[in-house]
C-alpha cells in the first residue's frame, strides 16, 4: 500500500460554494421529481422499482406453491398456472435481479468513486424509466390473461403461432427485448463510469470490488444480451411475418433459439451473481474489521467466472442430441468455473477469520453468513448437474428448481438483503432495525431451506417441473406441502423487513454518517451534489488508511472547487492511473429522458398489440425526444480551462478518442458487433445442421456479382464521404457546406447500400417466407440497415448542427460519433457481403 | 506506466489466457459440430478430428505457456500498462487467467482421450 496521502493544497473556495452546489444540483420537488437524473434521487427509484417487481413475482410464487401443496389441488386452472410460472420466472430474472444489480450500481458507483454522478445521467434515467413502463405493462398482463405461457426461457416450437396463438407471446417477445435495450443503456453508463470517472489516484489496482464487479457485470450484459435480443426478434419475426428461422420442415431448427438464448442465459447467472459477490467482498473487510484478504485473487476470480460463463450454456441442453463429445467439453469447463467461485469463498472466509476483533455479528453479517450456507449448497449441485449422466437424470425434475434457487436466491437475494441494512444509512438519516433484521433473517433462511432443500428429493422422486397438479399417490405431497410451509415463511420475514423500511428508511442526502465504521469512499460526508470535494486516493480502504480524509473532503481541501463552468460537473480521469484528464459537464434535471422513454416503450407496446400506426408515432416522438435530449450535450470548448486545484488546470471539452461519449460509442458498436456475431452463428447453425433443405435445392442462387459489388461500392462511398467530411469541418463560427452535403450523402450512400442489397436478392425471386436460408439472406440486410438508419438519424442531426453553427472543427463531438457509426456501419455491411454472397459459392 | 500505455491493450493482455481459451473451445466445438454433422459437405472426415482437436488443444496450452512465462512477449506488443504498482498488478491478473485457462484448455481437451467421436448421446 502506499503511504497516507497529504490534503492536495486547497484551491481557495469560492464564496457561497456550498449555496451554489445545491442549486446546481437541486432535486425538483414533489411530481417533478420525475424529471430528477441524479444517481441518488434515480438510483432509489430502480431499486424501488425493482424491488417491487420482486414483491409481485414473489405474490406469483405464493400463489403457485398454494397451488400445488396437495395432489390433485385445483386453485388455479393450468393455463393460469402456466402464465404464472412464466411471468413469475421472467420477472425474477428481467424485472428484478439484473435491474437490481444494476439499480445499485447507478446509486454506488459514483458514491463509491467520489464522483458527482456517472458521466450520463439522462441515460440512466431514460434506462430507468423504460424499464419501469416497460416491466409494469409486462407484468399487468398476469391480470387480464395476456401473459405469455411459454416459461420464461420460450422455447419454440411451443411459442410458435401455430402452437401459441394470441399476444401473449408477444407482450414477452417485444417486452422483455426492450427492456434488455433499457439494461444495455445502463451497462454502458457503468463502464464508462468506472473506468473515466475514478477520483484522481484510484488506479486499477485500487479500485474498490464493487467496480471491478460492475465493471465486469456491464461487460458481459454487452456481450450477452445482444444474443438474446437477437433470438426473440427471430422468433417474433416468425410469428408476426412468418420468416421459419425455427420451423424444422422448412430448414430452420428450434434448437438454434436454444442456443441463442443459453449463450445468454447462462451467463445472465453470473451477471447476477457477480455484483452480489462484489457487495459481499466489500461488507466483510467492514464487519471483520480488516482489508479483504487476497484482493488480486478475488479479482483474478470475478474476470475468469465472468469470461468462462460464456463457454457453458450448452450444459443447458444436454438431452437435446448433442454429440457425446461436446457434452464431455461443456460437462468440463461447466466443472471447471466452480474453481473461481471457489477462490472468493474461501477469500471471504479468510479475511472474517483475519480480524484481530471478532467478527460483528450484525444483519448484514448474518445475511452473507446466510449467503455463504446457500449458496454453496447451490454451488456443490451445480457440480452434480455439470456431470452429463446425473443431469440426464435429474433434467426438467424438482432437483433443478432446487439447484437454482438456491445458486440463484442464495447467490443474489441475501446478499441483496445485507445490501439493504448495509448500505441504507448511506441514504437514510435512520438505520434500519437491527432487532427486525435478524428477524427478517431467520424467517428468510429457516424459510428458504424448508421451501427448497425437499424439492431435491422430489426431483429425485421424479416430479417433474412446470405441471399445474399431480396425483395424489405418487408419494409427494408431504415434501410439496413441507416446500409450501416455508414459501410463506420466506414472504414473512420479507413481511418483516418491509414494516422495517415504513418505521426507519428516511431517505436523506447526508445519510446517518459512518456507522459501520466502513473504509470505502461512500461513507465520506455527502450531499445532494455528493463531496464537497474529489479526494486523492492514494489506498484501497481510503477511509481507513488516509487518516483525517473524510474531514479534508468536508472542509474542500481537495479537487474540484464549487462549480467552474456553473453546471453539474466531475472529473474524468484516465482508465488506467487515474489521472485527471478534463472536466466533465453533465446535464441536469429535464422531461426530454423521460418523454423518450414513455415513448419508446410506446413504441414496443403499440407493436405488440398490433397498433402499428400508433406504435410508429410513438417511435417518430421518441426518436423527436431523444434528438432534443442530446441537442445541447456537446457544450464546446467556450469555457476554456479551469483550475481543479493542487495548481491542476484542466480543460473543460474533450472531444476523440479519450473522451467519455467516444467510448460510449465503442461501447454501443461492441454491443452492434455481439449481435451481428449472433446472427453468424445463427446462419452457419443451420447451415450446418440441415444440410437438406440450406438451401432449399429450388431455391434460387445468389444474385448476380454486380449486386455485392455496387454495395460494397456504395458502402465504401458512405465511409470515404464521411471522413471527407469530417476533414472538411468548417472552424469555429463559420459553415462548411460541402462538409454537410458530404455528410448527408454518405448516410445516404450506407442506407442505398443496404436497399440495394436487398433488391438484388429479391430480383432472384428469394422471398424470405420461403425458406431459413432465404429468412437469414434478408435478416443480414435487416441488421445492416438498421444501423445505416441510425446513421441517416445521426447523420441529419449533425447536419443541422453544422447549419446552426453548433459543430465545427474544435466542437465535434456530434460529428465524431457519427463517423464512427457510419465507419462500423460499412465495416459491417462488407463482412455481410462476404458472408451472404461468398459462402453459398465457395460451398457451391 | 508509460504514457503510451493503452487500456485496451491492458485490457487483452489481461484476458490473453481467456481469450486463447475462448478461440480452442469455439475452434474445437465448431470444428467437432461442423465434421460430425456435416462432414458430407466438407473435405475432412471425422477421422481426422482426434488429430485437429488434439493439434488445437496443444497449440492453444503452448501459447498460454508461453505468455505465461514470458509476459514480455504479450504485453509489449499490445502497449499493456506493464511497470510500476499498477503494471505488476496487471502482470499479476494475466498470469492468474492464464494459469485457470490452462487448466481450463487441458481439462476441455481431456474429452476428446474419453469419449467417442460424433457419437450422439440422444
Known amino acids: 500500500m502506499d503511504s497516507p496521502a497529504t490534503p492536495i493544497s486547497p484551491t481557495p473556495r469560492p464564496e457561497g460554494e456550498r449555496e451554489e452546489l445545491l442549486r446546481i444540483w437541486s432535486t425538483p420537488k414533489g411530481w417533478r421529481v420525475v424529471s430528477a437524473v441524479n444517481n441518488t434521487v434515480i438510483g432509489l427509484i430502480y431499486i424501488g422499482a425493482a424491488f417491487l417487481f420482486f414483491i409481485l413475482a414473489g405474490i406469483l410464487a405464493l400463489v403457485m406453491r398454494a397451488q400445488l401443496a396437495q395432489g390433485g389441488n385445483d386453485l388455479v386452472s393450468q393455463e393460469l398456472y402456466n402464465q404464472l410460472f412464466t411471468v413469475h420466472g421472467t420477472t425474477m430474472m428481467f424485472l428484478f435481479a439484473v435491474p437490481a444489480m444494476e439499480a445499485l450500481g447507478v446509486m454506488l458507483l459514483p458514491q463509491m468513486l467520489a464522483a458527482r454522478d456517472l458521466p450520463f445521467p439522462r441515460l440512466s434515467a431514460f434506462a430507468i424509466w423504460a424499464y419501469i413502463i416497460g416491466g409494469l405493462v409486462f407484468f399487468s398482463t398476469i391480470f387480464y390473461d395476456l401473459a405469455p405461457a411459454g416459461g420464461w426461457f420460450m422455447y419454440p416450437p411451443l411459442t410458435l403461432t401455430e402452437f401459441m396463438p394470441g399476444d401473449n407471446a408477444d407482450f414477452w417477445l417485444l417486452g422483455i427485448g426492450f427492456i434488455e435495450i433499457s439494461a444495455i443503456a445502463g451497462a454502458v453508463e457503468i463502464v464508462v463510469g468506472v473506468l473515466k470517472t475514478r477520483p484522481p489516484g484510484m488506479t486499477l489496482a485500487k479500485m474498490p470490488i464493487f467496480a471491478w464487479t460492475m465493471l465486469i457485470f456491464a461487460g458481459m450484459i454487452i456481450f450477452a444480451f445482444p444474443a438474446v435480443i437477437f433470438a426473440t426478434i427471430l422468433l417474433e419475426v416468425e410469428r408476426a411475418f412468418g420468416w421459419p428461422f425455427f420451423t424444422a420442415e422448412l430448414g430452420g431448427d428450434a434448437l438454434l433459439w436454444q442456443h441463442l438464448f443459453w449463450f445468454f442465459g447462462h451467463p445472465e447467472v453470473y451477471i447476477i451473481f457477480l455484483p452480489a459477490a462484489g457487495l459481499v467482498s466489500m461488507m466483510i473487510p467492514t464487519m471483520a474489521r480488516t482489508p479483504l484478504v487476497g484482493y488480486r485473487l478475488i479479482v483474478v476470480a470475478l474476470i475468469a467466472t465472468g469470461f468462462f460463463s460464456f463457454g457453458l450454456w450448452v450444459h443447458h441442453m444436454f438431452t437435446t442430441g448433442i454429440p457425446g463429445l461436446s457434452l464431455g467439453f461443456f460437462s468440463a469447463a461447466s466443472m471447471a468455473v466452480a474453481i473461481p467461485s471457489g477462490i472468493q469463498v474461501f477469500s471471504w472466509i479468510a479475511t472474517m477469520a483475519a480480524g484481530r476483533r471478532r467478527i460483528r455479528f450484525t444483519t448484514p453479517t448474518l445475511f452473507i453468513l446466510g449467503f455463504l450456507f446457500i449458496f454453496t449448497l447451490g454451488g456443490l449441485t451445480g457440480v452434480m448437474v455439470a456431470m452429463v449422466p446425473f443431469d440426464f437424470q435429474v433434467h426438467d425434475t424438482y432437483f433443478v428448481v432446487a439447484h437454482f434457487h438456491y445458486v440463484l436466491v442464495g447467490g443474489m437475494v441475501f446478499p441483496l438483503f445485507a445490501t439493504f441494512y448495509y448500505w441504507a444509512p448511506m441514504v437514510s438519516r435512520k438505520l434500519l432495525s437491527e432487532r427486525l433484521g435478524k428477524w427478517a433473517f431467520w424467517l428468510m433462511f429457516i424459510g428458504f431451506n424448508v421451501a427448497f432443500f425437499p424439492m431435491h428429493i422430489t426431483g429425485l422422486a421424479g416430479m417433474p417441473r412446470r405441471v399445474w397438479t399431480y396425483p395424489e399417490n405418487l408419494g409427494w405431497d408431504l415434501l410439496n406441502t413441507i416446500s409450501t410451509v416455508g414459501a410463506f415463511t420466506i414472504a414473512a420475514g420479507v413481511l418483516v423487513f418491509i414494516i422495517d423500511l415504513v418505521l426507519n428508511f428516511r431517505p436523506s442526502n447526508q445519510g446517518a454518517g459512518n456507522p459501520w465504521d466502513a473504509g470505502t469512499l461512500e461513507w465520506l460526508p455527502s450531499d445532494v451534489y455528493s463531496t464537497r470535494s474529489i479526494p486523492h486516493v492514494t489506498t484501497r480502504d481510503p477511509l481507513w488508511e488516509q487518516p483525517n480524509l473524510a474531514e479534508e473532503v468536508e472542509a474542500g481541501a481537495h479537487y474540484l472547487p464549487g462549480a467552474p463552468t456553473g453546471f453539474r460537473e466531475t472529473i474524468v480521469t484516465s482508465p488506467i492511473e487515474a489521472e485527471p484528464q478534463y472536466v466533465l459537464q453533465m446535464p441536469g434535471n429535464g422531461w426530454s429522458q423521460v418523454f423518450a422513454a414513455v415513448f419508446t416503450a410506446g413504441f414496443f407496446l403499440l407493436l405488440t398489440i398490433k397498433a402499428v400506426v400508433p406504435a410508429v408515432i410513438s417511435g417518430v416522438l421518441a426518436v423527436a425526444f431523444c434528438m432534443i435530449w442530446v441537442w445541447p450535450l456537446d457544450p464546446g470548448p467556450g469555457k476554456g480551462k479551469v483550475e481543479i486545484g493542487a495548481g491542476i488546470k484542466l480543460p473543460t471539452y474533450f472531444s476523440g478518442p479519450q473522451s467519455h461519449g467516444w467510448w460510449a460509442m465503442v461501447v454501443l458498436m461492441l454491443v452492434a458487433a455481439s449481435l451481428y456475431l449472433a446472427y453468424v452463428f445463427s446462419y452457419l447453425y443451420l447451415w450446418t445442421v440441415s444440410p437438406d433443405v440450406w438451401a432449399p435445392t429450388n431455391a434460387p442462387g445468389p444474385p448476380d456479382l454486380i449486386y455485392p459489388l455496387g454495395t460494397g461500392a456504395l458502402l465504401l462511398f458512405g465511409a470515404g464521404a464521411i471522413w471527407l467530411a469530417g476533414r472538411l469541418l468548417p472552424e469555429p463560427g463559420e459553415r462548411s457546406l460541402a462538409s454537410i452535403i458530404l455528410l448527408i450523402a454518405a448516410g445516404l450512400g450506407l442506407v442505398g447500400a443496404v436497399a440495394l442489397d436487398a433488391w438484388g436478392h429479391w430480383q432472384t425471386g428469394l422471398v424470405p417466407t420461403d425458406s431459413a436460408y432465404a429468412a437469414m439472406v434478408y435478416t443480414a440486410t435487416g441488421l445492416t440497415g438498421q444501423v445505416a438508419a441510425a446513421v441517416l438519424l445521426m447523420v441529419l442531426f449533425t447536419a443541422a448542427r453544422l447549419v446552426v453553427g453548433r459543430t465545427d472543427r474544435e466542437r465535434r463531438n456530434s460529428f465524431d460519433h457519427t463517423a464512427l457509426l457510419a465507419y462500423y456501419c460499412a465495416a459491417q455491411g462488407l463482412f455481410g457481403l462476404l458472408l451472404i454472397h461468398g459462402f453459398p459459392r465457395v460451398m457451391g | ?122
Do not use: N
Open chain 2, 1 to 122: 506506466m508509460t504514457k503510451s500505455s493503452s487500456i485496451v491493450g491492458t485490457l487483452i493482455y489481461i484476458h490473453f489466457g481467456p481469450i486463447v481459451w475462448a478461440l480452442h473451445l469455439g475452434f474445437s466445438y465448431a470444428l467437432h459440430a461442423a465434421i460430425c454433422e456435416a462432414g458430407e459437405r466438407l473435405p475432412l472426415s471425422p477421422t481426422a478430428l482426434p488429430w485437429l482437436l488434439g493439434a488445437g488443444t496443444a497449440a492453444a496450452g503452448l501459447a498460454v505457456i508461453v505468455g505465461l512465462l514470458f509476459p514480455d512477449l504479450v504485453g509489449t506488443p499490445l502497449h499493456a500498462a506493464r511497470v510500476g504498482q499498477t503494471g505488476a498488478f496487471v502482470t499479476s491478473l494475466m498470469r492468474f487467467l492464464a494459469l485457470l485457462s490452462l487448466f481450463g484448455v487441458g481439462y476441455f481437451g481431456l474429452s476428446m482421450l474419453m469419449v467417442p467421436i460424433c457419437l450422439p448421446l440422444r
